[in-house]
């Protein structure tokens, strides 16, 4: 099974704080992704990642920024955390071609306190 | 860019009963066609896909699909819904142009009563 991995379930953090998300997946996939889900909007996906050190803005990346080193691990980092980035974080994962679908970890419930 | 509706916020159905969910999305060429579905404080799992070839799909738990070109809608149906099926469903689209990336519509919440 795919399985992808990220480092926190649960995370607080203060106003203005430099956070890192981090997503592992172990099969090899060449596309990574992060979503943000917020109630009633449904998931948006901020950053994606298609290789190594290759990333493409989402629709909406502004206060964040991302980090693809190794294939298997990509970072979501946002620079100076604001209450309004208070919200779930899915990171996904799939293979070059796409066509079995993204395989998402368990999500990262940040609050911004 | 591709879109996805999904027009229900949230139904509720009794345990036996049909369950259609619906979806309608927006894209240029044949896209990909995902349904996913969310339990509570959970990530997402994928119930289906279609690609290619025959339009109506099966899925895990008992669920399909059935594509339609000319609705531009991807509906997600289960002929006997059981308690263990409330949760949020999305439906998404990939592009074939954009490096297969997801877009979800903004989900349908199911509650399951007794």
Redesign the interface.
Known sequence: DVK?TQSSRYLVKRTGEKVFLECVQDMDHE?M?W?RQDP??????IY?S?DVKMK?K?DIPEGYSVSREKKERFSLILESASTNQTSMY?C?S?S????????????TRLTVV | AQSVTQPDIHITVSEGASLELRCNYSYGATPYLFWYVQSPGQGLQLLLKYFSGDTLVQGIKGFEAEFKRSQSSFNLRKPSVHWSDAAEYFCAVGARGSNYKLTFGKGTLLTVNP
């Open positions: 992808v596309n992704f979503y009633g909007l449904g998931l948006r996906l994606f298609y493409e989402g899915l996904a799939s070059l071609a796409g066509v079995f679908g993204a395989f998402f970890g368990q999500g």
